[in-house]
Each structure stands twice: as structure tokens, then as C-alpha cells.
């Protein structure tokens, strides 16, 4: 016969709640860090380009992000193309089969028969 | 005559029990969910076969009283490694692998090179959400206590919950072994099932217009941001948790070698062949361990239907934190994706999607979902190691 267990409702109910707010603190962490590297990354690439001198830089800074935008619009329309084909099951779907038409031989077409043999 | 006898009494079908007899029938359906509705066949297939392997009376691949005396502090077979090696069968040398906890971080290795975690730098409150869903182990630790389980039998089930099989399985491994088989499979089955377990949960805590929420396109992420967040990721987890070491620190070498871009062979190891090596021998040797002895329990029953509230509670957390985000952040977020940050890569992600596009065809969640998805991933290994360090 199985003996009861004991339980330490005080522990358990301490690793419930300490458990799940360490995972929550632990995560809230992350999130600073991960913004603090967000921002010195985008510090970090932002500064040469003030450096570089206006004369060269201007006409590239005036191209570069138009191209870069209606790139990621291309890109962004295409993804929801395939998407939107892909959940609606717009596309077309191709047997991949080749069939190629027997013909059946009957007293119509027979050469026996029939003046124009057509079929061979 | 004398022989003949002998040949047959030796045969499996003499010593079989009625139990035995349970297990096969049941690792014949798991082997036919596999193999004809495609449940998570990678995984659940060698574990079905590993069920069946272990179930054949007399074909000695795996002996569930060595790892007991593996165990006991009291044999002199405890801790022992050399007895395995000299006296155990094939799926006890493979088990080795489960018991030393080293297959599920080789498998965090392959999912850190197949994962982009970009949506989640690129929008870090997804952290959150992946945190919030975590809620579903703690309250089915909780659960499980109450149900009669020791403390680390209820942290091994509770973990169900972080839909995270490797981490289940590593942190079964250490806590409660003896439950591995029932928490395996429960993981995985509850795995394959989140299309049909997550979308009554999601539809029940939002409204339609909550569900059709459109989000803003999320910011580019620079590469060496892609490279810098998997070592400060390791260092700052391993120096706040040192028990999730192993998992994180696989984890973001997997990512470390993906996106660094220099060592591409390696990382394709890690996707490929390392990672299919590794699924062979966890499944195998996790579906050996459910023993008729073991698995044909009221414990298991429990553990199933623990599992799914896990799961439930996991989804719920994350949609409820979303939902309250948005009653204090200026820019709103689909609750929606609150719903993947039970790990479950890339399932439950699709699942924000699908659900997301039935309200409104033109909207695109999947790449908001990531975030939570993989913060999901962090989640659970950070969730085990806490578990690890307060009932190991």
C-alpha cells in the first residue's frame, strides 16, 4: 500500500511563485540588454556615415534608402503573395503526370477496315 | 525433444505478458500516427519503435532494473557507468546519452542553427511573452503536487507545458527519470497537436477585434546585432542561472554558427546530420524507457491530462500578458502572438497566423509571432534551469 506523501505546501507554493517571477525578471533582463545593443549597434553604424565627406555622400544617401525601401516593399508583396496563395490555395494544381492518349482500335478506325489509316 | 522444449520456451511469445502484449498494440498506433497522419513522424516514429524494441519479452535491449540500480545510492551499481556498458543491451548504451543529459543540448545546438531569432531582436517586448507563457509549468507544478507527485516528479511534469521536447526530456532526465517515457511522448504528442489544442484558447480570451489587429512591419536587424546576441545571451543566462548553461549555451551555439557566416560547414552539420543523428538515438532510447512496468500506470493518465492543462495554461499566459500589454502600450499588439510563446517552433507561430487570417485575410502575423516563438524557446530552458535549481 502506497504511503501518503507529505506534502511542503509552504515550498511548493515558494517555487510556483519565486520559479515564475525569476523566469519573468530573468526575461525582463534580456529585454534591456537587447535594447541596449539595439541602440548602440544603430549608434555604432550611424556615426561613419556623418563622418564621410557631404560631396560624396549626398547623392548616395539620397539613393541608397529609396532603393533599400522599395526593395523591402517588393519583397514584402512577394511574401504575401506566396502567403496569401499558399492559405487560400489559389494556385493552380498541376498533375506533374504526363498521359499520353492511347488509342483504342475499334471497327471505326481499324486499317482493316477504313480507307485513311490515321493511326498508327 | 529436450531441445525443441527448450527452443520454445525460450521463444517471446511464451514469456509475453498481457502487458507487454498493451505496450506493442500501443507502439503499433503510435507507429501508424506517425507513419499515415504524420504526427511529428521525425520524433515519433523512433520513439515507437524504441516502445516496441523494449516491449519484446527477452530481446534484453534495455533494462529498466539496471537504471534503478544506476540510481540507487545503496547498490553497487549507483552511478555507475561501467555497469551499463558491461551488462546492459543496445538501447541501455544509447540511454547513456539521456541520462548524461547530452543528446537534448545536441538537439538545442541544431534548433539554434535553424532559428532566426531577428523578430525578437529586432522587437525585444517579445521576451514578455514568451515569459508570460511559461505560467502553464509553474501552475501544473503546482497541479501535480496536489495530485500526489514528489516536488521533482511535479517540475518534470509541469515542464510539459514549455512545449519544448528537448528540455522536457533533460530536465526528466535529472529530476524524475522514472517518468521519462509518459513525459516524452506527452510532449511530443501535445507537440504535434497544437493546431487543434491552441485555436479554441485563442478564439475564447480575444475578441474579433483584437484578432484583427494589424501590427507595424518590424525594423531590420543588423547582422552584427545577429551575432552579438547569442554570446551575450549565453553569458548573462549562465552567470544568472548557471543550471541552464547547457541548453542556452547549445542553443546559441547553434545560432552563433549561423549567423557569424564563417564556419557554414559547421553549421550545416548542426542542421543536418548532427541533429538527425541525435533524433535517431532520442527517440529510440526515450520510447525504450516506457516499459509495460513503467508506462501501464494511473501516473501516466494523470501526466496526459496534466500535460494538456499545461499546454492550455502556457497559451493562455502568453495571450492574457498581450491583451494587458496593449491596455498600457501606445502601440497595439495582436493578442495573438501572445499564443506562440509556448516554444513549439515553428507551430505555433503558424498557428497566430492561421487564426490571425481568419478575421482578417491581409494580415500577416507570422514574422510577430517568431519573436514570442523563439523567446518561447528561451522561456522553457530558462524555466528548467530555475526548476533544476530549486528542486535538483
Redesign the interface.
Known amino acids: 500500500m502506497m504511503t ?2 507529505v ?3 509552504s ?3 515558494m ?2 511563485g ?3 517571477c ?3 525578471l ?6 534591456f ?3 541596449l ?2 541602440a548602440v ?2 549608434s ?2 550611424k556615426a561613419p556615415k556623418a563622418a564621410q565627406p557631404k560631396a560624396v555622400a549626398a547623392p548616395t544617401a539620397q539613393a541608397a534608402p529609396a532603393s533599400a525601401e522599395s526593395q ?1 516593399d517588393d519583397d ?1 508583396a512577394a ?2 503573395m506566396a ?2 496563395l499558399y ?2 490555395g489559389v494556385h493552380d494544381v498541376e498533375p506533374t503526370e504526363i498521359h499520353i492518349k492511347r488509342v483504342e482500335r475499334s471497327g471505326w478506325n481499324s486499317k482493316l477496315y477504313g480507307m485513311n489509316n490515321l493511326h498508327r | 525433444m529436450g531441445d525443441i522444449l527448450e527452443f520454445f520456451e525460450q521463444m517471446g511469445f511464451m514469456n509475453m505478458t498481457y502487458q507487454q502484449g498493451i505496450m506493442l498494440l500501443l507502439s503499433f498506433f503510435l507507429l501508424y500516427l506517425a507513419i499515415k497522419k504524420q504526427y511529428e513522424p521525425l520524433l515519433l516514429l523512433p520513439i515507437a519503435f524504441g516502445m516496441l524494441l523494449t516491449n519484446l519479452p527477452g530481446a534484453g535491449m534495455y533494462h529498466s532494473e539496471l537504471w534503478t540500480a544506476f540510481l540507487d545510492a545503496n547498490s553497487p551499481a549507483y552511478h555507475s557507468y561501467g555497469t551499463i556498458m558491461r551488462e546492459g543491451g543496445l538501447l541501455d548504451i544509447l540511454y547513456i546519452g539521456v541520462k548524461a543529459g547530452v543528446y537534448p543540448c545536441l538537439i538545442f545546438m541544431g534548433v539554434g542553427a535553424m532559428t532566426d531569432f531577428g523578430p525578437l531582436i529586432a522587437n525585444p517586448k517579445s521576451l514578455l511573452l514568451g515569459a508570460a507563457a511559461q505560467l502553464g509549468i509553474f501552475l501544473t507544478f503546482l497541479a501535480a503536487n496536489s495530485m500526489g507527485f514528489t516536488e521533482a516528479q511535479a517540475g518534470s511534469i509541469g515542464i510539459i507545458g514549455g512545449a519544448d521536447g528537448p528540455t522536457s526530456i533533460f530536465l526528466t532526465s535529472k529530476l524524475a527519470p522514472e517518468l521519462l517515457g509518459p513525459i516524452a511522448i506527452a510532449a511530443y504528442s501535445y507537440m504535434a497537436l497544437v493546431p487543434v489544442i491552441q485555436p479554441p484558447i485563442m478564439r475564447a480570451l480575444t475578441t474579433k477585434k483584437e484578432r484583427a489587429i494589424k501590427m507595424s512591419q518590424l525594423r531590420p536587424v543588423s547582422k552584427t546585432e545577429k551575432i552579438i546576441f547569442p554570446i551575450a545571451i549565453t553569458t548573462i543566462v549562465a552567470l544568472i542561472l548557471p543550471d541552464a548553461a547547457p541548453l542556452i549555451g547549445c542553443l546559441m551555439l547553434g545560432n552563433l554558427a549561423k549567423e557569424c557566416g564563417v564556419v557554414d560547414r559547421l553549421s550545416k552539420t548542426m542542421q543536418n546530420e548532427l541533429m538527425n543523428i541525435v533524433v535517431i538515438f532520442l527517440g529510440l532510447t526515450v520510447g525504450a524507457t516506457a516499459t509495460a512496468s513503467s508506462f501501464l500506470d494511473w501516473s501516466t493518465i494523470k501526466i496526459m491530462v496534466m500535460g494538456v492543462v499545461a499546454f492550455g495554461c502556457g497559451t493562455a499566459g502568453g495571450i492574457l500578458l498581450a491583451k494587458l500589454m496593449n491596455v498600457f502600450s501606445k502601440e497595439k499588439i495582436n493578442p495573438l502572438i501572445g499564443s506562440a510563446g509556448v516554444s513549439a517552433v515553428p507551430m505555433a507561430a503558424r498557428v497566430s497566423q492561421q487564426v490571425g487570417q481568419e478575421e482578417n485575410p491581409s494580415n500577416f502575423l507570422l514574422m510577430h509571432a517568431m519573436g514570442p516563438n523563439v523567446a518561447g524557446v528561451i522561456g522553457s530552458a530558462v524555466a528548467a534551469g530555475i526548476l533544476l535549481t530549486m528542486l535538483g
Open positions: 501518503p506523501l506534502i511542503n505546501w515550498h511548493v507554493w517555487v510556483t519565486l520559479g515564475f525569476m523566469v519573468i530573468l526575461l525582463v533582463v534580456l529585454i540588454i537587447l535594447k545593443l539595439g549597434v544603430s555604432a553604424v523591402a514584402l511574401i504575401a502567403l496569401h492559405f487560400n
